[in-house]
């Protein structure tokens, strides 16, 4: 099969290539799948280039998640001909993952397809419109209504921001996106942004406590951004932490905590329950419709993926990137 291989040895260093693969040396698991489409989400892009050690195990698969239909199951929740999708649980970090032919998997990990959208549908929501629901229902459940006020989103351009815009527009709340690139400023509002700043207004240290101006946030670049937003969260309202794309320090004061109750609210998409990740996706089914996926996604074949997976990690990538194996 053909699959994008990482390899370290002590001649070659670290390599990433797409490479043909004996299916025989794909790892145990009880349910084989037809990967049909995978994504490019920041974590293969640190994967692929070897910029962060998100590969523990080698040779490794890289691809930390997939759409496909089950090929052989041993397992009875799952039967030939089912369609299913992947996210996270240490796939193409610690066991071989999506950006391949087939792999083969733990059923544990795997849940049904939504029948409302297609595999090419689900990969272009990929883990990283997945992760922007799961921060959404993570607001929502701390009281966040849109009546609260604006939800400010940062990294706007990227995979979980432009997401995290474009289902808090279709929800009702109004936003404020946080970006680099103010050139992509139409699309952002297309996502449904009302408002955008500069994201060199939370880049930089600044006060414990400042003016109050989100009644919520949705946070996928930490650091002094991080910092920042949880320092201008309105009183009771909540930050929805998921990324580290400015840096994964923090360094601020317990002051919004204590003095205006604000909620710092972790987001790991990877270690999801299922019933969580069924939840996300049934939404992500009624809320995501297909001309926001064109506005939103690219789609690349496998001999792509190296380049751009290099592009995603420079933020040259707006939005996202489906790979149609
Ligand atoms: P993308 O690369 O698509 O987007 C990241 C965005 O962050 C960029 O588009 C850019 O937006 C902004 N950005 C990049 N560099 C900086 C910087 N130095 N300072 C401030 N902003 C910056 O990545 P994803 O959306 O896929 O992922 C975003 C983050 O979320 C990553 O850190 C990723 O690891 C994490 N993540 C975590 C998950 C979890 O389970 N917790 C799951 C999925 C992702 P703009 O150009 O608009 O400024």
Redesign the pocket.
Known sequence: MKAILINKDETAGYTCKLSEVDEAQLPEGDVLVQVEYSTL???D?LAITGKAPVVRRFPMVAGIDFAGTVIESTNSRFQAGDQVILN?WGVGETHWGGLAEKARVKADWLIKKPEALSAAQTMAIG??GY?AMLCVQAIQSAGITPESGTVLV????????SFALRILKQLGYTTCA????SE?AEYLKTLGASEIID?AEL?EPGKPLQAERWAAVID???SH?LANACAQTQWGGAVAA?????GMDLKMTVAPFILRGVSLLG????MQPIAQRESAWAALAEIINQDDLNTMTNEITLDQVIETGAA??E?K?RGRVAVKI
Do not use: F, I, M, P
């Open positions: 989400n920041y974590k892009g996270g883990t990283a992760t940062t990294g706007a351009n990227g995979g979980v921001g946080s970006t680099g690139r992509e994201r880049s996928s670049v930490g951004t998921c990324g580290l794309a400015q987001v790991d998409s990877v995603l990690l933020g990538v």
